[in-house]
């Protein structure tokens, strides 16, 4: 019988947060012109999204609020009435769905970027992640998270990887779970477990990138993460939407992405 540990209950909420604009009249105005963009967004975007969220800011004076968390846990608030102006998923399959079910803008769903797995771990173990996957055979790694398949695309990729690289029967006993991809990552990164498969666009940013190293995992081990995003039909800012999903497209948005470690769709073949 399957059997995989989940973690310690811990706060599960999404993080929700707002970048502060300077209390100047005229920034004031440019809120009250374009209102407030609630956004919500897949944990594997929550540093750059972050990022891009400021940059809007700045350049629009509207005033931009991201949620993030797992793209399934999103999917079923949404459906269940969540007032999110704009959707972006780490599975663009999610967004796909909403069309269908008429819960989304028709048309607007749009492939942002494309994700990667890598094999995480903090710089004081001694694993030599240069072998792969394959050293997870390892007896003294206890521990290994991974977002949860359930409703996390990046676990569902992390489960394919392991069952392709031959060895999920040998480690399935030893992985816990994370909600999503970022508490993964945290997992991992506060030495909670000894190992962890988490999104490149985390293993690249602080504290992951400062305090562990990676490998990457082939590709061809796992389906390609293709992250889509959309607008809500029931969005209390469409135009708002529109125009923050359009700045994904910008130049600087998507050097961004890039520098984040997402694979931009038209970029892919280059």
């Given at each position: 019988?399957?059997r995989?540990?989940r973690?310690?209950?811990?706060?599960?909420?999404?993080?929700?947060?707002?970048?502060?604009?300077?209390?100047?009249?005229?920034?004031?105005?440019?809120?009250?012109?374009?209102g407030?963009?609630?956004?919500?967004a897949?944990?594997?975007?929550?540093?750059?999204?972050?990022?891009i969220?400021?940059?809007?800011?700045?350049?629009t004076?509207?005033?931009?609020?991201?949620?993030?968390?797992?793209?399934?846990?999103?999917?079923?608030?949404?459906?269940?009435?969540?007032?999110?102006?704009?959707?972006?998923s780490?599975?663009i399959?999610?967004?796909?769905?909403?069309?269908?079910?008429?819960?989304?803008?028709?048309?607007?769903?749009?492939?942002?970027?494309?994700?990667?797995?890598?094999?995480?771990?903090?710089?004081?173990?001694?694993?030599?992640?240069?072998?792969?996957?394959?050293?997870?055979?390892?007896?003294?790694i206890?521990?290994?998270?991974?977002?949860?398949?359930q409703h996390?695309?990046?676990?569902?990729?992390?489960?394919?990887?392991?069952r392709?690289?031959?060895?999920?029967?040998?480690?399935?006993?030893?992985?816990?779970?994370?909600?999503?991809?970022a508490?993964?990552?945290?997992?991992?990164?506060?030495?909670?477990?000894?190992?962890?498969?988490v999104?490149?666009?985390?293993?690249?940013?602080?504290?992951?990138?400062?305090?562990?190293?990676?490998?990457?995992?082939?590709?061809s081990?796992?389906?390609?993460?293709?992250?889509g995003?959309?607008?809500?039909?029931?969005?209390?800012?469409?135009?708002?939407?529109?125009?923050?999903?359009d700045?994904?497209?910008?130049?600087?948005?998507?050097?961004?992405?890039?520098?984040?470690?997402?694979?931009?769709p038209?970029?892919?073949?280059?």
């Amino acid at each position: 019988m399957r059997r995989i540990r989940r973690a310690a209950p811990i706060l599960l909420a999404a993080l929700a947060w707002t970048v502060p604009l300077p209390a100047s009249g005229a920034s004031q105005a440019a809120r009250n012109s374009c209102g407030t963009i609630t956004v919500a967004a897949a944990s594997d975007l929550s540093n750059a999204m972050k990022e891009i969220a400021a940059n809007y800011e700045k350049a629009t004076g509207c005033a931009v609020r991201v949620s993030t968390g797992s793209s399934g846990n999103f999917l079923s608030q949404i459906e269940n009435g969540a007032p999110f102006d704009v959707f972006f998923s780490a599975d663009i399959a999610y967004p796909k769905k909403l069309e269908t079910e008429g819960l989304a803008a028709p048309g607007s769903t749009v492939l942002y970027a494309v994700g990667k797995i890598v094999l995480w771990v903090r710089n004081d173990s001694r694993l030599d992640i240069a072998k792969g996957l394959a050293v997870l055979r390892d007896p003294s790694i206890q521990k290994i998270a991974i977002a949860n398949p359930q409703h996390a695309p990046y676990g569902r990729a992390a489960e394919q990887a392991l069952r392709g690289a031959g060895i999920y029967d040998v480690v399935k006993d030893r992985l816990v779970l994370g909600e999503n991809i970022a508490q993964a990552a945290q997992f991992a990164e506060s030495g909670n477990a000894n190992a962890g498969i988490v999104a490149l666009s985390l293993a690249q940013s602080p504290p992951l990138k400062d305090e562990g190293r990676y490998a990457a995992i082939p590709e061809s081990l796992y389906t390609r993460i293709e992250q889509g995003a959309v607008v809500l039909r029931a969005a209390p800012n469409p135009q708002g939407a529109r125009a923050f999903l359009d700045y994904f497209k910008s130049p600087e948005a998507v050097a961004l992405l890039a520098r984040y470690g997402f694979v931009l769709p038209e970029n892919e073949k280059k």
